[in-house]
């Protein structure tokens, strides 16, 4: 097994697509957690925010303004527009996709991915910052403004789930640090088994609604599939080329920034207003999500060699 994938990344990738396979096999018991895909996403954001350190961000975001400033801009709304109108020319089915996924917020647990392939971390956790914070309000209105003649949804709407799952585990994060500050710890120990759990729940919670259509469509599975990795490899590639000018570090940071992206967000998120196209596209996303580890530690290498 190569040193840049761990036994936890391949029991994720399983869950995750075990969890969506069960819901369709047996919609019956998927429906049962229909109503806990809105709090579990809460919960695995709340586990997420609690490890980043806040403290750290305002010495990158001073050194590197002007980027964070033009490279958050980039991400959360030229690509997406970008890309949808990309995908509507050359696969209609998958441009609404391609949105949501590209005008996310970046993962977070990208910093960790930065440091898995020696990139400017700290940058990454500022990306992740702004980009969390922001997302709620840009989303929507790529959404609305740009692909409004697909769908008729509610500006309102869309911004008030988006700012609940994001906001609400921030705030609760914050009291945790200053009133209960001992319970940081303990709570991190149990992260990862938490977040198994709370990933198969919000699967079994969205894709049982969807059981027939996958079963009529089983062709949709695996374009979704090649949909991913075409953009996970066009994602790293825009994040190198934009930081061209700068460090290696900072390349191996822009391919994280964009390739690890906020997928669980977008499940239920296009869940509850689309679908089912899109859940599957982004739960499918959970599988480049960690394997981008491989080609940019690779590139790492051969860029450090040829120095």
């Known amino acids: 097994m190569p040193a840049s994938i761990h036994f936890n990344d391949i029991l994720l990738v399983f869950v995750v697509i075990s969890s969506m396979a069960l819901a369709v096999i047996f919609p019956d018991f998927g429906f049962r957690f229909r109503m806990l895909p809105y709090y579990c996403l809460m919960i695995i954001f709340f586990l997420s925010y609690l490890s980043i350190d806040i403290a750290s961000i305002w010495t990158t975001l001073k050194s590197h303004s002007t980027e964070i400033t033009v490279f958050s801009i980039t991400k959360l709304v030229v690509l997406p527009v970008v890309f949808y109108f990309a995908f509507y020319?050359?696969?209609p089915s998958y441009a609404l996709s391609a949105l949501l996924l590209t005008g996310v917020s970046v993962g977070v647990v990208a910093p960790m991915i930065s440091n898995m392939v020696h990139g400017n971390s700290a940058l990454v956790l500022v990306i992740v910052v702004i980009t969390s914070v922001a997302a709620p309000f840009t989303l929507p209105a790529v959404v609305k403004i740009i692909a409004s003649k697909d769908v008729t949804i509610s500006f309102m709407s869309m911004l008030q789930m988006l700012a609940?799952?994001?906001f609400v585990p921030i705030i609760v994060v914050e009291i945790i640090r200053h009133l209960l500050p001992r319970?940081?710890?303990p709570i991190l120990k149990i992260r990862f088994p938490a977040s198994l759990v709370l990933f198969a729940v919000i699967n079994l919670g969205v894709f049982?609604?969807?059981a027939s259509f996958f079963k009529n469509e089983p062709w949709v599975i695996l374009m979704s599939a090649i949909v991913v990795f075409v953009l996970a490899a066009i994602y790293c590639a825009i994040g190198i080329v934009f930081f061209r000018k700068s460090s290696l570090e900072d390349k191996l940071a822009g391919a994280v920034?964009?390739?690890?992206l906020n997928n669980?967000?977008?499940i239920v998120f296009s869940s509850e207003f689309f679908g089912p196209v899109e859940p599957l596209?982004?739960?499918m996303y959970t599988i480049p999500f960690w394997v981008i580890v491989i080609p940019l530690r690779?590139?790492?290498n051969r860029m450090t060699r040829a120095i």
């Not at 920034?257 to 690890?260: D, K, V, Y």
């Open 89 to 91: 020319f050359i696969a």
């Open 183 to 185: 319970l940081v710890k």
């Open 257 to 260: 920034m964009l390739g690890n």
């Open 164 to 166: 609940t799952v994001i």
């Open 281 to 283: 596209v982004a739960a």
């Open 264 to 266: 669980v967000l977008i």
């Open 298 to 300: 690779y590139y790492r």
């Open 208 to 210: 049982y609604r969807y």
